[in-house]
């Protein structure tokens, strides 16, 4: 269980210049972004009515010098280009700047999706993300948004084209020819993951709840969350243990540990090796939650063994730790203390913060990668960086500069790379965009920037942590995002609706969607070992969840396993759009991420883990 971070007392002097990811700070290449204040909390206004259904005609482009439709009242309009300048693209989407003007301090913005008169595409950009068909139209007027907007359009500027004697920012196409198609839109819709689409139907097979593990008996709440499965066992955190169980059930091993676990790590390698971060003991009439979370632990868990364990130290006292991950063969945790590092074979101290650094590393991303998020500078205003590292020093392989005015950075994948951030309008998220950064130079670039729209679509990250998303998948070229719940338009279909979306990473635009079953809903689970996104339908009043894999391509879903009605209470309190759930060998892996006292009035038996399958 993450600590929530202390903010540290802001350093003497002028902020030091971004650092790298481990050694001495590095000398950023061209000046800095100032920085966003936040303003004051306000209650939004009104929002403002809807704009029309998908397919209704859209009106027409004001004439010349009139500011476009659902443009912000006050923003500046973009001036003619000047003789012999390329014509200018019309308004972008929400969150993307309109043409500037000299000295123009912000742009105009257009309403979320209106629909652009059609423009030839110009070299070297990208277009804004196209509504998905059947989203709900309109956009927030609110501050929030505004302040999104600011936020977000120093990340968009490195993508200007420059052309004559002006800069200009291009647009592609309006999108009507891919909505007008359906479901799926975009020329490169087919392959998806390493999945063709277009595949055999899988069959449907009716699961059954193979084994369970029971829900302790604590006397207060204790975190008990992590869970992995490898071809030999599946592996569950439990109170100041780890438990492995063969995938029949059973219980295989046992490893104490010192105290509760804090983080576990989502990674493991190939050969099921992974690590947690735990509590430097128990609780106790000294100390009533336990120890700080300093030890690291390497665990083998096909093997059922502990590897190692290690603390990093500044000065005499060891460091706290918010999280670990594992990628590239190494073991790295970090938290508001900063990042250290080791290796995951034999426990060699690779790095640890140094003192009187004004960077630190907040956290990691692993898997096959290594990527550090590190925060600079004054912890209120800091200059945050996404960095790519070479896992066996910390030597720091690419660098993208988050901009200013963001304060927490989520890695939703190191490969390919797409982070998280919130610049406002996230709805209690922590995601209101995700931007997608190349890093295969030494200066990360942003390729695309999607949006979840003030709550339109409802993924879900941490506040504060580095991994732990939820409520998405991604694939090698989609980022798939559960939509809000919204009225079925059936009167046959009793209860709400939503969509799993999915947008082109190198666009981001929407390429289609995959429709939900009225009275739940449809969360991304992740994507199987052939590259198909993998959806999580929740229990509905009279059926069990279901698990359904989307074709990429025609976005139909297929369902893979039906769960029986009987257990659907019990499985509604392990759903994965709260806890991180498992689909591996065409099995489903539910665990719960705390254990609590038992309640007096409680709907279903209250679970540990839940497996479900077929056989």
Known sequence: MSQPPQPPQPPQGPPAQPGGGFGAPQDPSGPVPPGFGAPPPAQPPAAPPAGPAYG????????????????????????????????????????????????TPDMATQAF????????????????????????????????????MAIIISAVVALVLVVGGGVWFATQGDGKDDEAKGTTGGQDAGKQGGADGGAKAPATVDGKLLFSVDQPTVDDLVGVKGHWVTDQVYAKVDVYKLVGYGLSGGQKWEIPLDGEVCWASRQATADGKTAVVVKDGKPSSEKKYGGPCSQVVAIDLNKGEKLWQKTAKAGDQDIRFDEVTVGGGTVAAGGTSGGAAWALADGKELWKPKPGEDCRDDGYGGGGKLVAVRRCGDYSRPQMQVQTLNPESGAVKSVYKVPAGLQYVHIASTDPLVIAVDAGGSTGSSASDFLVIDDSAKEGKLRSKISTENGKFTPRCPSTDVEGCLKLAITKDTLYLPSEEHASGNTQQVGRVNEI????????????????????????????????????Q???????????????????????????????DSERRLTPGSHYGLWSQGRLYLGSSYANKARSVSFGKEYLAMIFGGS
């Open 538 to 568: 929740e229990p509905t009043y009279k059926a069990g969840g279901k698990v359904v894999r989307i074709d990429p391509k025609s976005f139909k879903t297929d369902v893979l396993l039906k769960n029986p009605a009987a257990t659907a």
């Open 113 to 148: 999706g209106a629909v652009q008169p059609p423009q030839p595409q110009q070299y070297g950009m990208y277009p804004p993300p196209a509504p998905f068909p059947g989203a709900p139209g309109g956009a927030g007027g609110d501050g929030k948004a505004k302040q999104r």
């Open 56 to 103: 209704y005609p859209q009106a027409p482009p004001p004439p010349p010098g009139q500011p476009a439709a659902g443009a912000a009242y006050g923003y500046p309009q973009a001036p003619p280009p000047p003789p012999g300048a390329p014509q200018g693209p019309p308004p972008a989407g929400y969150g993307y700047p309109a043409q500037p003007g000299p000295g």
């Open 501 to 536: 979306v999915g947008f082109d990473l190198a666009t981001g635009q929407s390429k289609g969607k995959a429709e939900g079953t009225p009275g739940s809903t449809l969360i991304p689970l992740g994507a199987d070992k052939d590259g198909y996104p993998i959806g999580y």
